[in-house]
């Protein structure tokens, strides 16, 4: 592949980026993300042979910057497992709500090519970091069940703190104190009462 080819690829990408972000999922159309970046509309076909190739190159754009934030967030937090595991699931919530196109792309493993273009080397890993420090955070637990279930339940928060429906429910505008809850649930109370 040229430099040339390199940077349209990667230019297709940005496009879908940044419409992903505009107007959400039901917008990444294979002739929009062409118009927007002014090639004719068969010209990803060269790079992506399929739509959901393109999609999950998007997504894969997603997962890498929610893994640099992740791991951003364990180099800041000084505290030992339990409390990584809280600063994982309070980035993934502030991810999911700055960023709700690309969240909800993420997740639509039904609708992606996870196999192709890496999408499981960057989705996996932070499972897998995830499951390690539940399985740190508390040794009797079936660390992957229990991440399994931890993430299910941050998807829902995310999702319903979106549409406001917990707001509303609970009277607060800060999700901490339910995240506070939901981290007590899976791991168990902290010397201090949480």
Known sequence: MTDSDAGLRARLVDVGVELLAAEGPQALTLREIARRAGVSHG???RYFPTHLELLSAIARRG?????ERAHATLAQEPGGPRAQVAALARTYLEFALERPGMYELMFRHDLLESG????????????????RLIGDANPGADARRVAGALWANLHGTAQLWRWRSLQLALGEEDFGPLLDTVLTAYLGATGDGR
């Not at 997962?63 to 893994?67: N, Q, S, Y």
């Open 43 to 45: 010209a990803p076909r």
């Open 63 to 67: 997962f890498t910057e929610l893994g």
């Open 116 to 131: 192709h273009l890496g999408l499981r080397d960057t989705s996996l890993p932070l499972f897998t970091l995830l499951a």
